[in-house]
């Protein structure tokens, strides 16, 4: 049974410095990865999608990797912002079970100003 | 247009109450879904969609009944809820179902209150 986790569950940093959220998963049979940003009491916006045979994508400030033999994803957050601050979960797409997305229990983020 | 839109953003209902959250993307996509979440909790999948038959109820209480009239629109209505049904019910979209590489979309929710 495929189970993702997330560490640290909370974060808090000054304004400006880099960080990296953790994502870890026990089973290697995967399509993908999701990295997702969620507002309180929102929904979930879409950061990144990692594909099983890419090793990282990177979209403005962000970037995810993928270490799919080890189980392991990091969300990598450049210069850090106050706007930065939200949950953000990660999701795997299990190929040996029907494609559903198996969510992690997120790591909320504060950066202080 | 990556877009799913959820009406109502808000929503307190009683006991006794029936109600409807509609859902609704014009992406092309041929799965929708439906899915729970609590606070400080991931979200929790409830019905899949795809090709507007249901495909998946995890094992839903009868007093969630999901509809999906065509492949743009999905509805869950709502009827005698108690009050730990209270939760943010988000719905979510992709191209296909099942095996392949594909990203889920989601909407900004429905949060519900039962009183």
């Known amino acids: 049974k495929q189970e993702v986790t997330q560490i640290p569950a909370a974060l808090s940093v000054p304004e400006g410095e880099n960080l990296v959220l953790n994502c870890s998963f026990t089973?290697?049979?995967?399509?993908?990865l999701q990295w997702f940003r969620q507002d309180p009491g929102k929904g979930l916006t879409s950061l990144l999608l990692?594909?099983?045979?890419?090793r990282e994508q990177t979209s403005g400030r962000l970037n995810a990797s993928l270490d799919k033999s080890s189980g392991r994803s990091t969300l990598y957050i450049a210069a850090s912002q106050p706007g930065d601050s939200a949950t953000y979960l990660c999701?795997?797409?299990?190929?040996?079970?029907?494609?559903?997305?198996?969510f992690g229990q997120g790591t909320t983020l504060q950066v202080k100003p | 247009d990556t877009e799913v839109t959820q009406t109502p953003k808000h929503l307190v209902m009683g006991m006794t109450n029936k109600k409807s959250l509609k859902c609704e993307q014009h992406?092309?996509?041929?799965?929708m879904y439906w899915y729970k979440q609590k606070a400080k909790k991931p979200p929790e999948l409830m019905f899949v969609?795809?090709?507007?038959?249901l495909s998946i109820n995890e094992s839903v209480p009868s007093r969630f009944s999901p509809e999906c009239p065509n492949s743009s629109l999905l509805n869950l209505h709502l009827h005698a809820l108690q009050p730990e049904d209270s939760a943010l019910y988000l719905c979510?979209?992709?191209?296909?179902w099942g095996s392949g590489n594909y990203e889920q979309y989601f909407g900004p929710g429905t949060r519900l209150t039962v009183t």
């Open positions: 979510a979209s992709s191209p296909i």
């Open positions: 992406m092309g996509h041929r799965a």
């Open positions: 969609y795809s090709y507007e038959k």
């Open positions: 990692i594909q099983s045979s890419q």
């Open positions: 089973d290697s049979a995967i399509y993908n």
């Open positions: 999701a795997v797409r299990a190929s040996s079970n029907t494609g559903k997305l198996i």
